[in-house]
């Protein structure tokens, strides 16, 4: 069956390192992935999308990697701030659809000062 | 520029009674989707619509769910005689004409069926 799975565990780093988010993903063949960031009883918001043809993207104090051998993507934050803290979601494209997504449960990134 | 619009926010509804779902999306944008969240699980998607038409169906259920997007007003998801298996977070989104990729999630619908 499909599955798209993050670290369950939330993750708690000081102020100012660098926040590194996995997605692992099986039996999905995606032409992209995307990152959000859902904030408690808020909708997701986009982040980044990378493609498959893609190795590396980068958005400000952000970057995403996608490997499709390994089938996963890592999420960096860079000079994180408490301001990131959030919930930070992994959504694949089912099927090459182009527009139907399944998002992993997330994870929760809590930056302290 | 106001975002995607749900109501309500908060839905209790007994087991049996219908649920109904709205979604205004953003201003100029022309296709709708919806995605549920059951509890301890994450977003997966429904159904995509345009105006008046349904694109794609494959993610909701056969039995019960329905969803429209008319030509005038807001998107509806439709829950006929609700179980409580129903109960969960519903998210809207929006997407620019031919920019399917690019989602603008609304706040979401929690129903509680009890």
């Known amino acids: 069956s499909q599955k798209i799975e993050q670290n369950s565990e939330a993750l708690n780093i000081q102020e100012g390192k660098t926040a590194t988010l996995t997605c692992n993903y099986t039996?999905?063949?995606?032409?992209?992935l995307q990152w959000y960031r859902q904030d408690p009883g808020r909708g997701p918001v986009f982040l980044l999308l990378?493609?498959?043809?893609?190795k590396e993207k980068r958005k400000e104090r952000l970057k995403v990697t996608f490997d499709t051998t390994l089938k996963q993507s890592l999420f960096h934050i860079t000079a994180s701030q408490p301001a990131d803290s959030a919930t930070y979601l992994c959504?694949?494209?089912?099927?090459?659809?182009?527009?139907?997504?399944?998002f992993g449960k997330g994870t929760s990134l809590l930056v302290t000062p | 520029n106001a975002g995607v619009m749900q109501n309500p926010r908060h839905l209790v509804r007994r087991r049996g009674q219908e649920a109904r779902l709205r979604c205004s999306p953003m201003?100029?944008?022309?296709?709708v989707y919806w995605y549920r969240q059951l509890p301890e699980e994450g977003l997966k998607f429904m159904v995509y619509?345009?105006?008046?038409?349904?694109?794609?169906e494959s993610g909701m259920p056969k039995e019960r769910f329905s969803a429209e997007f008319p030509k005038e007003g807001p998107s509806i998801l439709r829950i006929q005689q609700v179980v409580r298996g129903d109960s969960a977070a519903y998210f809207c989104?929006?997407?620019?004409?031919?920019?399917?990729?690019?989602?603008?999630f609304g706040p979401g619908t929690r129903l509680t069926v009890t």
């Open positions: 989104a929006s997407s620019p004409p031919g920019r399917v990729e690019e989602q603008y």
């Open positions: 990378i493609r498959e043809n893609e």
């Open positions: 619509l345009q105006k008046e038409n349904i694109i794609d």
């Open positions: 201003k100029g944008h022309s296709h």
């Open positions: 039996n999905y063949s995606p032409a992209y």
């Open positions: 959504a694949l494209d089912i099927g090459n659809s182009g527009y139907a997504l399944n």
